[in-house]
Nanobody, 121 residues
Framework: QVQLVESGGGLVQAGGSLRLSCAAS????????MGWFRQAPGKEREFVAS????????YYTDSVKGRFAISRDNAKNTLYLQMNSLKPEDTAVYYC??????????????WGPGTQVTISS
Protein backbone atom coordinates (compact mmCIF):
# COMPACT_ATOMS: atom_id res chain seq x y z
CA GLN A 1 0.00 0.00 0.00
CA VAL A 2 1.43 3.34 -1.06
CA GLN A 3 1.57 5.95 1.67
CA LEU A 4 2.70 9.56 1.56
CA VAL A 5 2.98 11.63 4.71
CA GLU A 6 3.77 15.33 4.65
CA SER A 7 5.36 17.22 7.53
CA GLY A 8 6.96 20.57 8.22
CA GLY A 9 4.00 22.87 7.86
CA GLY A 10 3.24 25.59 10.34
CA LEU A 11 2.71 29.28 10.99
CA VAL A 12 5.43 31.72 9.96
CA GLN A 13 5.64 35.43 9.28
CA ALA A 14 5.89 36.82 5.79
CA GLY A 15 9.47 36.68 4.56
CA GLY A 16 10.20 33.55 6.56
CA SER A 17 11.05 30.03 5.46
CA LEU A 18 9.74 26.53 5.85
CA ARG A 19 10.87 23.16 4.60
CA LEU A 20 8.22 20.58 3.86
CA SER A 21 9.00 16.89 3.78
CA CYS A 22 7.06 14.00 2.30
CA ALA A 23 7.94 10.49 3.43
CA ALA A 24 6.94 7.80 0.96
CA SER A 25 6.46 4.07 1.36
CA UNK A 26 4.87 1.17 -0.47
CA UNK A 27 6.44 1.56 -3.89
CA UNK A 28 9.89 2.06 -5.38
CA UNK A 29 10.29 5.76 -4.65
CA UNK A 30 13.02 6.36 -7.22
CA UNK A 31 10.89 4.98 -10.06
CA UNK A 32 8.35 7.82 -10.05
CA UNK A 33 8.18 11.52 -10.51
CA MET A 34 6.89 13.48 -7.53
CA GLY A 35 5.03 16.72 -7.11
CA TRP A 36 3.81 19.31 -4.65
CA PHE A 37 0.39 20.88 -4.95
CA ARG A 38 -1.48 23.31 -2.71
CA GLN A 39 -5.03 24.34 -2.02
CA ALA A 40 -5.92 27.68 -0.50
CA PRO A 41 -9.27 28.29 1.21
CA GLY A 42 -12.02 28.67 -1.37
CA LYS A 43 -9.73 27.86 -4.28
CA GLU A 44 -8.99 24.83 -6.40
CA ARG A 45 -5.90 22.76 -5.81
CA GLU A 46 -2.99 24.02 -7.88
CA PHE A 47 0.39 22.77 -9.00
CA VAL A 48 3.44 24.08 -7.15
CA ALA A 49 6.46 22.05 -8.25
CA SER A 50 7.50 18.65 -9.56
CA UNK A 51 10.68 16.63 -9.91
CA UNK A 52 11.71 13.74 -12.10
CA UNK A 53 12.70 10.31 -10.83
CA UNK A 54 16.40 11.10 -10.63
CA UNK A 55 15.93 14.74 -9.70
CA UNK A 56 17.46 16.24 -12.84
CA UNK A 57 14.23 17.77 -14.19
CA UNK A 58 12.20 20.22 -12.12
CA TYR A 59 9.15 22.33 -12.85
CA TYR A 60 7.71 25.23 -10.89
CA THR A 61 4.63 27.34 -11.14
CA ASP A 62 5.53 30.93 -11.96
CA SER A 63 4.46 32.35 -8.61
CA VAL A 64 7.07 30.34 -6.67
CA LYS A 65 10.02 30.45 -9.06
CA GLY A 66 13.11 31.78 -7.33
CA ARG A 67 11.57 31.28 -3.88
CA PHE A 68 10.79 27.55 -3.65
CA ALA A 69 13.07 24.60 -4.37
CA ILE A 70 11.96 21.01 -4.80
CA SER A 71 14.37 18.17 -4.12
CA ARG A 72 14.36 14.50 -3.30
CA ASP A 73 16.50 11.97 -1.50
CA ASN A 74 15.89 8.59 -3.09
CA ALA A 75 17.96 6.83 -0.44
CA LYS A 76 15.57 8.15 2.22
CA ASN A 77 12.38 7.89 0.15
CA THR A 78 11.72 11.52 0.92
CA LEU A 79 10.59 14.52 -1.09
CA TYR A 80 11.29 18.08 0.04
CA LEU A 81 10.03 21.57 -0.67
CA GLN A 82 12.20 24.41 0.59
CA MET A 83 10.08 27.54 0.75
CA ASN A 84 11.78 30.92 1.21
CA SER A 85 10.53 34.51 1.13
CA LEU A 86 7.09 33.30 2.03
CA LYS A 87 4.09 35.49 1.31
CA PRO A 88 0.57 35.51 2.77
CA GLU A 89 -0.70 34.23 -0.58
CA ASP A 90 1.34 31.05 -0.05
CA THR A 91 -1.08 30.10 2.73
CA ALA A 92 -2.62 26.76 1.82
CA VAL A 93 -2.71 23.07 2.54
CA TYR A 94 0.27 21.54 0.77
CA TYR A 95 0.05 18.04 -0.69
CA CYS A 96 2.71 15.76 -2.06
CA UNK A 97 1.84 13.32 -4.81
CA UNK A 98 3.56 10.56 -6.71
CA UNK A 99 3.33 9.12 -10.19
CA UNK A 100 3.63 12.17 -12.42
CA UNK A 101 5.84 14.99 -13.52
CA UNK A 102 3.63 17.38 -15.46
CA UNK A 103 1.62 20.08 -13.68
CA UNK A 104 -1.69 18.23 -14.11
CA UNK A 105 -2.91 16.61 -10.92
CA UNK A 106 -4.57 13.91 -13.01
CA UNK A 107 -1.11 12.48 -13.75
CA UNK A 108 -0.56 11.60 -10.08
CA UNK A 109 -2.02 8.47 -8.60
CA UNK A 110 -1.27 8.70 -4.87
CA TRP A 111 -1.57 11.68 -2.56
CA GLY A 112 -0.68 12.53 1.00
CA PRO A 113 -3.20 13.97 3.47
CA GLY A 114 -1.61 17.42 3.33
CA THR A 115 0.09 19.80 5.74
CA GLN A 116 -1.12 23.29 6.59
CA VAL A 117 1.10 26.27 5.83
CA THR A 118 -0.03 29.64 7.16
CA ILE A 119 1.84 32.86 6.45
CA SER A 120 0.99 35.89 8.55
CA SER A 121 1.46 39.40 7.25
Amino acid sequence: QVQLVESGGGLVQAGGSLRLSCAASGRTFSSYGMGWFRQAPGKEREFVASISRGGSVKYYTDSVKGRFAISRDNAKNTLYLQMNSLKPEDTAVYYCATGGLRPSEHDYDYWGPGTQVTISS
